[in-house]
């Protein structure tokens, strides 16, 4: 399983999915995470980033939906209890996306 973590130039939720990411991953077998930092729209097109931060696994971006656009904007993902939006997939939307 090939993992990146998609960001623009100082992106605030950058870290925090990546020690989300850090935290799920821990208990299972050694894992490489990428980190491709983005700065044109052009590239946001390349790596399919649908906002800042972007998860790939393989590739492939778990979290959007068909009518998600390609984006150098900041991400919000949906919280867990149906409150504000997050930065960051939560922990149980990660290890749900993993397992896929």
Do not use: K
Request: proline share 12%; net charge negative.
């Amino acid at each position: 399983m090939e993992l990146t973590v998609v960001t623009v130039p100082d992106c605030p939720n950058g870290p925090v999915l990546e020690e989300r990411l850090a935290l799920v991953l821990a208990d299972g077998p050694p894992v490489t995470v990428r980190r491709q930092e983005v700065r044109t729209e052009d590239e946001a097109e390349r790596w399919g980033m649908h906002g800042s931060p972007t998860l790939l696994i393989d590739g492939h971006d778990p979290f959007a939906t068909p009518d998600t656009p390609v984006t150098l904007a900041c991400r919000l993902y949906p919280s867990e209890t149906g409150g504000r939006p997050e930065g960051a997939p939560s922990l149980n939307a990660l290890r749900a996306a993993l397992r896929t």
